[in-house]
């Protein structure tokens, strides 16, 4: 089963920071955060992972609070392409690398 | 770099028939993995390889489903026979994680699926 809870739907404005949150209350010391997305008719795809501290790329930054327990994901700009199922997951980087994916946020960019 | 290829991207069959698809990983990745994606779901791992050896296949129905890597690098899945509950999309990914290696930057690479039908 998932480890992670996330809201199933979420809107944001084209231009506008998106935030997706994601429970993550069981989360053990070793485990990783990790986030993939799945745009409609592809596979999913690697967006970031974190362990406890904040992390940025060039596609999101990720804020892990303090005692590890949920996360938020930030996409700084989002446009329409943006508009995906977003995923949260723990694993143990690692690890056997099994990813375990619960049912996502559905995220949708407005213009 | 090339991604991960799959194929056929679609197929339709009967129930009682059989299928498979093919996965061909990013060249040097260790590691195969085949899940599958019913619709409304997030992917389940079905089973995991390493080079040409199985790491994990405990989601496998091992009663129709087959799966192989003979040379450690492309792999097919085999449905026989299929039943309706079969329909969803196959997933492929590949990555470089291997169990005697630490790696950095391990996230999966994954292909863009072949969207089964079972009627």
């Known amino acids: 089963d998932a480890k992670t809870t996330q809201p199933p739907s979420m809107d944001c404005a084209e231009g506008r920071a998106a935030n997706l949150p994601c429970n993550h209350s069981t989360i053990s010391g070793n485990e990783y955060v990790y986030w993939y997305r799945q745009i409609h008719s592809q596979g999913p795809q690697y967006i970031i992972h974190?362990?406890?501290n904040n992390e940025t790329n060039e596609m999101a930054s990720l804020i892990i609070t303090e005692d590890r327990k949920s996360s938020t994901l930030i996409l700084p700009h989002a446009t329409l392409r943006d508009t995906a199922v977003y995923y949260c997951?723990?694993?143990?980087?690692?690890?056997?690398?099994?990813?375990?994916f619960g049912q996502g946020t559905r995220l949708t960019i407005n213009p | 770099e090339a991604g991960v290829a799959q194929s056929p991207r679609y197929k339709i069959i009967e129930k009682r028939q059989s299928v498979a698809f093919w996965c061909n990983p990013i060249s040097g990745h260790a590691t195969l993995y085949w899940y599958q994606q019913i619709l409304g779901q997030g992917p389940k791992l079905l089973i995991q390889f390493q080079n040409n050896g199985v790491v994990d296949d405990s989601q496998l129905p091992k009663d129709r489903f087959s799966a192989e890597r003979l040379k450690g690098v492309d792999s097919t899945l085999k449905i026989q026979p299929a039943k309706l509950e079969d329909s969803a999309v196959y997933l492929c990914a590949s990555s470089s994680w291997t169990s005697w290696g630490v790696q950095v930057g391990d996230e999966q690479y994954f292909g863009p699926g072949t969207r089964l039908t079972v009627t």
């Open positions: 974190g362990l406890k």
């Open positions: 997951i723990v694993n143990l980087q690692q690890g056997a690398q099994k990813l375990v």
